[in-house]
């Protein structure tokens, strides 16, 4: 979930990822989604905080779709070291021919 000051809570998949407080991360940003990685201290955009959440720039926010109180999905890649961040309405439209067959709305 995103909070109204653009926090990302994450910390059970930061964990499974290695990634604990402090951890630099740097994102990008592709089509509706985006992704974070780990950076070197001297690129690092972001970090890990105390409770296991990072900032999302309201540049991103917009970009991508995201709102205060969104549920977002985050798919961990532990081999790749990057967080993939899926708004709600990505998510809707990657299932819904799925969720079709079986007459099931997303």
């Given at each position: 979930?995103?909070?109204?000051?653009?926090?990302l809570s994450g910390a059970g998949v930061f964990?499974?990822?290695l990634w604990a407080r402090g951890h630099p991360v740097e994102y990008?940003?592709?089509e509706r989604i985006f992704v974070l990685r780990s950076?070197?201290?001297a690129r690092r955009h972001l970090t890990i905080g105390l409770f296991g959440q990072?900032?999302?720039?309201?540049?991103?926010?917009?970009?991508?779709?995201?709102?205060?109180?969104?549920n977002l999905l985050l798919v961990a890649c532990p081999t790749s070291g990057?967080?993939?961040?899926?708004?709600p309405d990505t998510v809707r439209a990657a299932l819904s021919?799925?969720?079709?067959?079986?007459?099931?709305?997303?």
């Open positions: 979930m995103i909070s109204k000051r653009g926090r964990q499974q990822i990008a940003v592709a950076a070197t201290p990072v900032y999302v720039p309201t540049a991103v926010q917009h970009a991508v779709g995201i709102s205060p109180r969104d990057v967080v993939i961040v899926l708004p021919p799925v969720l079709a067959q079986f007459q099931v709305s997303a």
